[in-house]
């Protein structure tokens, strides 16, 4: 069955979705490369392959499906922090707003009886679960550490061996 013309709509929305989340890691990342923590810059150069990675799901699912891609205009992002708190402050704001997307395009799915979205969605969901999960984790050992330097630097170290399979 080919893809529906408004499904296709939505999920070439969520395409972009995904990179805009990519770009604004990149910008997390270079704003922690000034600030000397490699860690946290390394964590986020992790968060931004995923995020790519999610667009490329979606983008070879729409091909799957018979329909076009269609790529629209990534907005420059958030380059400027006053904390690493703030930092992973709006992280999870991006990745509240990217879940209630992703939840839009499954109501979508459901609407127009689109099973096979609706299947593909499914990891995306429990995806959003995690990433959610993850960042608010953080932001709450941020709060922890608080002004302390030391705490902060541990955190540095800890977030720097993501991606090693230690993390
Ligand atoms: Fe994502
Ligand atoms: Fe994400």
């Known amino acids: ?3 529906q013309a408004s499904i296709e709509t939505a999920l070439n929305r969520q395409i972009n979705h995904e ?3 990519a770009y604004s890691y990149l910008a997390m990342e270079a704003w922690f490369e000034q600030q000397n923590l490699a860690g946290f810059a390394t964590w986020m150069r992790v968060q931004r392959e995923e995020e790519l990675e999610h667009a490329r ?3 070879s699912y729409v091909h799957d499906r018979g329909g076009k891609v269609t790529l629209g205009a990534v907005d420059g992002p958030q380059g400027e922090f006053g904390s690493p708190r ?3 402050a709006r992280a999870s704001e991006l990745e509240r707003g990217n879940t209630k997307a992703i939840h839009e395009v499954y109501e979508l799915a459901l609407k127009e009886k689109d099973y096979a979205t609706q299947s593909m969605l499914k990891w995306f969901i429990d995806e ?3 990433e959610e999960k993850t960042t608010t984790e953080i932001e709450a050992l941020l709060d922890m ?3 302390n330097r030391s705490a902060l630097l541990l955190l540095d ?3 720097g061996s993501r991606g090693t399979g230690e993390g």
């Open 157 to 159: 170290a800890k977030l």
């Open 128 to 130: 959003q679960v995690e």
């Open 57 to 59: 799901l979606i983008f």
């Open 145 to 147: 550490a608080g002004d």
């Open 86 to 88: 703030e930092v992973f």
């Open 1 to 3: 069955m080919k893809l």
């Open 19 to 21: 990179m805009a989340a």
